[in-house]
């Protein structure tokens, strides 16, 4: 039955209260499907396999949308958690201009950056629960509006103060689509065909800083450091027009309340009409689900795991990057961006080729020969391919440290290699981890 709201929090380590009528739900037609029960009310895919979650018969529902719509609406969640980083990312080559400016050192320009990481992953704790409460449409609208306007406020600041001022803010606003995107996948996908789905989400996502090194560097170098904050932000304006007419709401209880409602348009998902979410209320204790989540290790230890990977795979490159080669290759900045870029954008993409439709396969595999039960847990078998992060990584230490002999392709080498890694590391848990919390046999809470 599930793709209740609270999808998002598995990413941010949060559940929502409200979906506790459907799990107990789902856990009796899970017992249904192993005692071989109830086999006639049960929804098939093409494979003869029972689908998780069960749809509802309303043509509302997500999971009863045309291909194309779920599509159209993927594609714009995805592209606003690529714009978040990497309108947040994109003036890293551009460190030592920045530093000048503002007569700082390289390291002290590269805290912007650091300042926007730890406001995009704090703001989720305050963005979720309004997402659960009041839907993932205007969480969506606002960041990006917030993203924004603090971009553009960054270009045309004057002090270093009001740049980090800026970094805070646009941090909160870009990061919410990374931190509800793979609840809205799980919306409106179900759980066979979630790898595929959530690859194209986390592929956007990882790629959003490395595309910005690209168009960074060639910005800064030609308009100068300013426009590495304007010209994303005037995009973000253009995205926010763009997702105002045309991103739906894709929270659906399948409570059963909400037969009684009429099925909604288009136009109603836009309006927030029969949102089914009129009956919800925001309370305090929804701000500490997260922490209450720390008692699961399903949860906790994929979420080190990537927290780890993402760190030394990415931030680790676009944090140390544009010294680095500047001193050691004497790279100048365009040089810089597209090193910080082009290797891990083939890398990640290689990555991904070997992840999505992979770990789908797996779970398919798993039910044919267990009475159609699909279980998150045979994703977890590919993962053993993103060793290959920390091994890009040691190869990358190893070329630089040895630069007098070494060229720069092999610190370009250990990038891609790295981010191979990542990106299947990326794809797994996120995957894996909306599935444990979506699964009708999950113990985690409702």
């Known amino acids: 039955m599930a793709s209740l709201p609270g999808k998002a929090e598995v990413v941010h380590m949060e559940q929502d209260k409200s979906s506790s009528e459907g799990a107990a739900v789902d856990i009796a037609e899970a017992k249904r499907i192993d005692e071989g029960e109830g086999a006639s009310d049960l929804k098939l895919d093409k494979r003869g396999l029972p689908l998780v979650p069960q749809p509802s018969d309303r043509r509302d529902d997500p999971l009863n949308w045309s291909p194309m719509l779920k599509l159209f609406v993927l594609l714009?969640?995805?592209?606003?958690?690529?714009?978040?980083?990497?309108a947040g990312a994109i003036v890293n080559p551009a460190f030592v201009p920045l530093s000048k400016q503002f007569d700082i050192t390289v390291v002290q320009?590269?805290?912007?950056l650091t300042v926007y990481i730890v406001s995009a992953g704090v703001g989720p704790l305050f963005t979720v629960p309004l997402a659960n409460v009041y839907g993932r449409r205007p969480v969506y609208i606002l960041g990006n509006l917030l993203a924004a306007v603090t971009n553009i406020a960054a270009g045309y600041c004057n002090t270093w103060t009001g740049i980090m001022?800026?970094?805070?803010?646009?941090g909160i606003g870009a990061g919410s689509p990374g931190a509800i995107g793979a609840a809205t996948v799980c919306d409106m996908y179900y759980l066979h065909e979630r790898g595929f789905y959530m690859g194209i989400f986390t592929f956007l996502l990882t790629n959003g800083p490395h595309a910005a090194s690209l168009f960074g560097g060639f910005i800064a170098q030609s308009l100068g450091w300013r426009w590495c904050f304007l010209i994303p932000g005037y995009i973000q304006l253009g995205t926010f027009v763009l997702t105002l007419f045309c991103l739906p709401e894709t929270i659906y209880s399948r409570r059963s309340s909400t037969n009684s409602r009429r099925e909604r348009s288009f136009k109603d998902l836009l309006l927030f009409r029969h949102s089914g979410l009129q009956d919800r209320r925001l309370h305090f204790g929804d701000f500490l689900r997260p922490f209450?989540?720390?008692?699961y290790l399903s949860i906790v230890i994929p979420g080190l795991y990537y927290m780890t990977a993402f760190g030394f795979g990415s931030v680790l490159f676009a944090a140390t990057g544009?010294?680095?080669f500047r001193t050691v290759y004497h790279f100048d900045v365009a040089q810089t961006g597209m090193l910080l870029s082009i290797p891990l954008l083939i890398g990640c993409l290689l990555g991904e080729m070997s992840a999505g439709w992979l770990t789908d396969y797996m779970v398919y595999r798993y039910a044919k020969h267990h009475g159609g039960r699909r279980e998150p847990e045979p994703r977890i078998n590919?993962?053993?391919?993103?060793?290959l992060c920390p091994i890009g990584i040691i190869i990358d230490g190893i070329c630089l440290s040895h630069f007098k002999t070494v060229p720069w392709v092999g610190a370009a080498f250990g990038m891609g290699i790295a981010n191979f890694g990542l990106q299947i590391a990326t794809?797994?848990?996120y995957s894996y981890c909306t599935d444990v919390c979506d699964h009708p046999s999950a113990?985690?809470?409702g």
């Open 443 to 445: 113990n985690t809470p």
């Open 427 to 429: 794809t797994v848990t």
């Open 109 to 112: 320009a590269s805290y912007e």
């Open 76 to 86: 714009q969640v995805s592209w606003l958690a690529f714009l978040g980083p990497m």
């Open 165 to 170: 001022v800026t970094r805070v803010f646009n």
């Open 382 to 387: 590919a993962v053993v391919l993103a060793v």
């Open 292 to 295: 209450y989540m720390l008692k």
């Open 322 to 324: 544009s010294s680095l």
